[in-house]
């Protein structure tokens, strides 16, 4: 079993950055993706990480960066708007299996 932590969420303005982070009980994140879930909306993929290959939402495009250091993977955002509120959720494929933690809280407000 991976356990799959992330950290980073809070409140920010609008046009504000978090960096959101995500491990998983000392697997490498070889392939690892980003969704979130605002409330009354279904979770949505925001972005993944795979070897050196990334892939974005076109919603995030230019704004969001995924990125890989040993044993985490960021999700940084820039420029953020009201509609990125929601949880953030990291999903990590290992051992032939994909897990996903409890997720994080983005909301962005003026």
């Known amino acids: 079993q991976a356990q799959v932590v992330e950290s980073g969420g809070g409140l920010v303005q609008p046009g504000g950055s978090l960096n959101l982070s995500c491990s998983a009980s000392g697997f490498t994140l070889w392939d690892t993706a980003w969704y979130r879930q605002a409330p009354g909306k279904e979770r949505e993929f925001v972005a993944r990480?795979?070897?050196?290959e990334r892939n974005y939402a076109d919603f995030v495009k230019g704004r969001f960066t995924i990125s890989r250091d040993g044993y985490m993977v960021y999700l940084q955002m820039n420029s953020l708007k009201f509609e990125d509120t929601a949880v953030y959720y990291c999903?990590?494929?290992?051992?032939?299996?994909?897990?996903w933690g409890q997720g994080t809280q983005v909301t962005v407000s003026s």
């Open positions: 999903n990590v494929y290992a051992l032939r299996e994909h897990f």
């Open positions: 990480i795979k070897g050196e």
